[in-house]
């Protein structure tokens, strides 16, 4: 057979339709890539226009408890809600030396970005550090040092960690305790520690019950804090890390909005953008998430004609329309979603509970288990009702607001999380 001769550019254009033919790995990770995967995470929110909070030539000492281990680490700082830049003068990790501030030397390292020690993040953006050769186990408390230089306000928190944290005078990063000078009831500037591994992240996106509202503070008793400690007893799912995305107050379809003159005003940023808004952000940014767990819709239900506009109520077809989109997102990311019940909150101190609500509630709930559209049902509200009242959170289970679940509620909630999901 006569060969033709393939003359001026044609031959590029051969040389690519070739190509396109040939099958290349949709995953195809570089030879020598490190996998980065979710060990903590928190959201970031606003805060409110009376928040006056600001930090001059301090430290900021916090503490975060990693659900997955790994030989390396990378730290995850934010400045989505400074006006201005964010600088860092310095920043140090370090494994934590008991339950107070205190660090162990031997593990303190440095932080840097890009090579510097020193860094200035841009108002709304985030910011991660170069890799620290710093191994980690699963349960490990990491402390975060932070420097801030010049005159920051406190402008992106995550507002209710039930965790404490320090800060002092200067900079005292490097220091193994340190002399605080008060406690730091939010997680300021700090969003995520990820490690080196092979694993993946489940993200738990929720409000405040994923959050770990009215559990006791530092001991990690959130729901998945549990779940977490569950992976860790099961060889298979070692690998696996849970962020928690929870945010107190946060609704699926709407973003804070209180009435003029309420009280709320002096509380509703904390409430953070809508799941909607803050989807790509908070689950399909974290690193190495293969999984996530939705658990949201009681204060689209509570807080309208409470801490929102009455215009703000919704139906249990707009709730669950929320949920379609988040569910087609998922899906679009190649990501397996899950779908949890709302909890029950009869009798509830916050004015959330009425027959409509009720209403609402379970047709949202029988949509989640029924319609097939999720890849699973966690029946959390099977887990932590009051079988003669299942309006209402069983008594040993309850918090005392009859809306979240104290400690024991928690671990039953994790405890309905079927492993046969992750395996």
Known sequence: MRSIPVRGHAWKALLVAVLLLVP????ATPRGAVTWVGSWGTSPTTVPASDRTSFEDQTLRQVV????????????????????PLVVGEARVARRDGAGSAVEPRTDRRLTFGGRTSVTVPAGAPLLSDPVALPVQAGTDLVVSIHLPRRTPGSTVHAFPYQDGWVAAGNVTGARDITPTGVLGKWHFLTGVSVSGRGAAVVALGDS?????ETTRGANRRWPDVLARRFQEDRELRHLGVVNQGIAGNRLLHDPNPPAGHPAEGYANHFGHSALRRFDRDVLA?????????LLGVNDLGHPGTSAPLSERVSAQDIIGAHRQLIDRAHAAGLRV?????TPFKGDTLGFHSPENEAARAEVNRWIRGSGE??????FDRAVRDPADPQRLRSDYDSGDHLHP?????AAMAQAV?????R
């Not at 290349?24 to 995953?27: D, G, L, Q």
């Not at 899950?338 to 709302?342: D, L, N």
């Not at 104290?406 to 928690?410: I, K, P, R, S, V």
């Open 374 to 379: 999720y890849d699973a049902v966690i029946d």
């Open 418 to 422: 079927p492993l046969r999901l992750f």
């Open 286 to 294: 974290q690193p190495g998430v293969g999984h996530v767990v939705v």
């Open 338 to 342: 899950y779908g949890g019940t709302i």
């Open 406 to 410: 104290n400690d024991a509620g928690m």
């Open 209 to 213: 019950i994923t959050d770990g509202a």
């Open 24 to 27: 290349f790995p949709a995953t």
């Open 65 to 84: 408890h990693l659900s997955v281990g790994g030989p390396s680490l990378r730290v995850e700082l934010s400045n989505e809600f400074g006006t201005g």
